[in-house]
């Protein structure tokens, strides 16, 4: 796998000049479209296709540019952008492509970093809100302080399930910390009712803190994210715990758990080729190894599930003529196909975003740029209900 990802990669740079070509042309079309909506979808269409790719080759200084670049043109939109700080990136990313085509250090960033810097000053990291529910402020305090050192975050406390789920009704927060016993409404019941409850948290990350792992279960089917098991290791294993919410990279949408049996059928939907190609060097990864299809658009998908009838469908949300939610919405009006479950992949990151997608019922979202050395285990992970 690390050889084609390699070869996989190298060609993706040989290419990536093409592309950036096609963004600068857009840019430059931005100026005689009136309105400017054609230059202006496709011009965000390649950048998030171009981000994507890098991130998922390990090329990060390019998705990171890409990133900032897609910030700045959402914020501004297409009757505002500063041509010349858009042509300055531009510039940097012909710059970057051309050292790692020299053969020189992929992994060497810094130097890029700072010029990019001084075209976009980065914004400070945004706090994690999390809500600490434990009825002793000893070790309220001691998550708190722990996740402190590593992290930045703001902390609220509550020492009851109830009062909690009050919160987390109507506040809005990042990740749920709780203890088994925290009152009538104990930790798992809590974790349960925020998963079942059309809130704000519903598909936030949950942390289940416990002396013995068998009180995780509820027997709801909506059990916690993530189970630690208090031990000598528990300073080590929370920020190792907080670490993987903050950086996840797939979520499971809120339907309850149930047996979906061998996954022997997959059809993956994305326009990118290069996306797909890390699609199938991934599934690889899955025993026993499953039938998987492609297609290249929305459109394709639809003709091809006319006479294919796979387990699960893996999907790009920003494809051109018909997005995944308008793929989907079509797949949700034939009887035939309504049932197959769905699991997003997105280049969005903030969590309106992927509580929008999950909101549309589908199994899960996987973020972009993912290692595809561990996408099947993100596959298995949500096609059974496991973290």
Known sequence: MEDQNVSMRDDYLSSLAEQIENIEYLLMALRHDKPPNSSWDDLLRVIHSVKGAAGSLG????????????????????????????????????EYINHCLEGKNIANDILFNKKLEAIIPSKKTADFKILIVENTQAMSEYYAKTLSEKFMVTITYEKTGIRAFARLIKEDYDALLTSVYVGELDGPSLISAVKVCRGPNRNIPTLLITSDQNKAISGTGFDSDFVLKKSQNLHNDLLVYFEDIFNKRFFIGAIAK?????????????DDELIRGLVKIGLKKLLPLPEVQFAESGKNALAKLENYHPDLIIMDVMMPEMTGPETLNQIRLDKLTRAIPV?????????????????????GVIRKPFDNKKLAGYIEAIWHRKC
């Open 59 to 94: 090329v990060n200084f390019i998705g990171t540019v890409c990133h900032q670049f897609e910030t700045y043109l959402s914020a501004t939109g297409p009757t505002k952008i500063n041509l010349d700080l858009c042509l300055q990136l531009i510039d940097l990313l012909f």
């Open 258 to 270: 149930n047996d979906r049996g061998e996954l022997k059928k997959i059809l993956c939907v994305d």
């Open 343 to 363: 699991i997003f992949l997105t280049g969005q990151h903030e969590k309106a975003e992927i509580n929008a997608l999950l909101e549309l019922g589908v199994l």
